[in-house]
């Protein structure tokens, strides 16, 4: 837990993590009970699996400013943590990192995108008059710390992302292969990549493996592939999975599958290894930093479906190498948990406060 007298100083701005349907809402959630007081500012609320009309979103972001305004002005507040990613979000989030500019609090931008270099070569001029306006870039992988300080910015630390503990000591691992995929549905994600894979090598793989999904984002799209490829005697499909349901099926699957085309780190994969499961997942973005190929899961090329496939047909039939990458996967995950993530965010707080 975060010093109180330190917390008391603290606004953190971000999607409304009581209401986590994405990841850096669900981060958020994660963040929330590390503070105490959470002074907390939402950018957006999204119900899971439903449509928000644009005006509600147009006067939740006013609504969000002026009290962000009111509490620069009469709270205790001497840091602005600001949470954001890449495209649209970055924009609405920048209108907050103004206001802190202008009320002159010390400001954190702590960045969650798989797409940081896409998106900067894009608007490399807009970004960079944002990012000088904050004391502090916060990034998640190395990767982004590094690219952004060859860019010339030199107020830039690495915080990785913070996971809950597991939940469940015992581990129960049920007959047949489950393999096990979490998050967006969509392109970028790699989960139409497996999908294809299961069709194209459906004669070869085990007869007793199942695709666990859970996400949301494209459902109807995800549930017409899996019906014109005939996979629904494959694919179980869960919906967006938290709490105990999230648990239970960590603690009973086999394999985890990432095949991102971009990644800022993966709160999925880090997860996942805290249950002791081996990870398949794409050499891209900030996953190599957790993902280490033959020690704790096995690294394949982004759209690579062969790869995929021989990546599960090395683990399929080869309990004790699963044991092992599972284990040493554990290891690593430790290092995300929340009390080692409090320690290096308060430190920079208390830098800035200082």
Not at 80 to 101: C, D, K, P, Q, W
Request: aromatic share 10%; glycine share 6%; hydrophobic share 40%.
């Amino acid at each position: 837990m975060i010093q109180q007298k330190i917390s008391d100083k603290v606004l953190t701005i971000g999607p409304d993590y009581r209401c986590p349907s994405g990841g850096i809402a669900q981060l958020l959630n994660t963040y929330s009970l590390s503070f105490n007081p959470f002074n907390f500012i939402s950018t957006v609320r999204i119900p899971l699996n439903k449509d928000v009309a644009a005006l509600y979103k147009i006067k939740m972001l006013i609504a969000g400013l002026f009290r962000m305004i009111w509490l620069c002005c009469f709270s205790r507040i001497r840091i602005v943590h600001i949470h954001t990613a890449s495209g649209f979000t970055f924009y609405r989030e920048s209108l907050f990192v103004m206001l802190a500019y202008i009320f002159r609090k010390k400001t954190v931008l702590h960045i969650h995108s798989g797409s940081l270099e896409e998106f900067y070569q894009v608007h490399p001029r807009f970004i960079s008059f944002i990012f000088h306006r904050v004391d502090r870039i916060v990034t998640i992988a190395k990767v982004w710390e590094a690219f952004l300080k060859k860019k010339g910015f030199d107020n830039v630390i690495t915080i990785g992302n913070p996971i809950s503990l597991p939940a469940n000591s015992s581990f129960h691992k049920s007959n047949g292969l489950k393999i096990l995929f979490l998050g967006k549905l969509c392109d970028n994600k790699g989960i139409y990549d497996i999908l294809q894979m299961l069709h194209d090598y459906r004669v070869l793989l085990p007869d007793n493996i199942r695709l666990i999904v859970g996400g949301n984002g494209e459902v109807d799209k995800f549930l017409s592939v899996i019906h014109e490829l005939n996979l629904e005697n494959i694919v179980d499909f869960k919906g967006w999975i938290v709490g105990e349901e999230k648990s239970r099926l960590l603690s009973e699957v086999d394999i985890y599958l990432q095949p991102s085309y971009n990644e800022a780190l993966g709160i999925a994969i880090l997860e996942a290894m805290s249950y002791r499961i081996p990870v398949i997942a794409s050499h891209v973005g900030g996953i190599p930093e957790i993902v280490h190929n033959g020690k704790n899961g096995i690294l394949i090329a982004p759209g690579n479906k062969k790869q995929l496939y021989q990546a599960i047909m090395q683990l399929a039939d080869n309990p004790e190498e699963r044991m092992r990458l599972g284990n040493n996967g554990y290891e690593v995950s430790k290092s995300y948990y929340p009390n080692h993530i409090e320690k290096q965010i308060e430190k920079l707080y208390i830098s800035l406060l200082s």
